[in-house]
């Protein structure tokens, strides 16, 4: 085998070609596109399910009627469970979002990388699961007051709740796709040991 500064047929000395390096700085340059875009889409996804859960929260929150026998979101146990955990959804969402935009901008997790990927896996499980059994008991509350009179009286009391009901799925729904992705960072973690795809 020849080195590198052998003459070769024709003379010249012959150098080490530039490529595996050009090739290896492509690779690296777009595997920082694909994280950067990946980043960006848990971002989106994680914004969604903070304005979701808040608007959840805020619509059960203010869903009071004036009268002293007009009902109260907080006469029901199902709706106290509603606007609290999308509450605690939102809170954590709003956190995740700074976590997310401090990644984005300086290429480094709020954590140690292993402690970062387990936290956003197992929160978003727990917050999704919370939130999810949460609008499906004020599903059944709302259902069972349509039921009676309460709906016929108080009707816009009853769209209130049904509309804070609706967009707490649409948080949970948020929150699934956020809890997908984050599994996926879990996926890469145990078989690359790094967060990254390749």
């Known amino acids: 085998m020849r080195s590198a500064q052998?003459?070769?047929r024709n003379g010249g000395l012959m150098t080490p070609s530039p490529r595996p390096r050009i090739q290896s700085q492509f690779q690296s340059t777009v595997s920082v596109q694909k994280n950067r875009r990946f980043n960006i889409l848990i971002l989106?996804?994680?914004?969604?399910?903070?304005?979701?859960?808040?608007?959840?929260?805020i619509f059960m929150f203010t869903n009071s009627r004036g009268g002293s026998g007009s009902p109260q979101w907080y006469h029901f146990d199902a709706f106290r469970f509603v606007a609290i955990a999308a509450g605690i959804v939102a809170l954590y969402s709003l956190f995740e979002i700074g976590a997310s935009v401090w990644e984005i901008s300086?290429?480094?997790?709020?954590?140690p990388e292993v402690v970062q990927v387990w936290f956003d896996f197992s929160h978003d499980q727990v917050f999704a699961?919370?939130?999810?059994?949460?609008?499906?008991?004020?599903?059944?509350?709302a259902r069972t007051l349509r039921e009676r009179d309460t709906c016929?009286?108080?009707?816009?009391?009853?769209?209130?709740?049904d509309i804070s009901v609706a967009l707490g799925f649409a948080g949970f729904m948020f929150l699934a796709f956020s809890s997908l992705l984050s599994g996926f960072r879990v996926v890469c973690f145990i078989l690359n040991g790094s967060r990254f795809h390749m």
């Open 106 to 111: 300086r290429g480094a997790t709020v954590f």
């Open 129 to 141: 699961y919370m939130l999810l059994s949460a609008d499906s008991a004020g599903t059944a509350l």
């Open 44 to 57: 989106v996804f994680r914004f969604a399910a903070f304005c979701f859960s808040l608007a959840s929260a």
């Open 152 to 161: 016929t009286a108080n009707n816009a009391f009853c769209v209130q709740s």
């Open 6 to 8: 052998e003459p070769n």
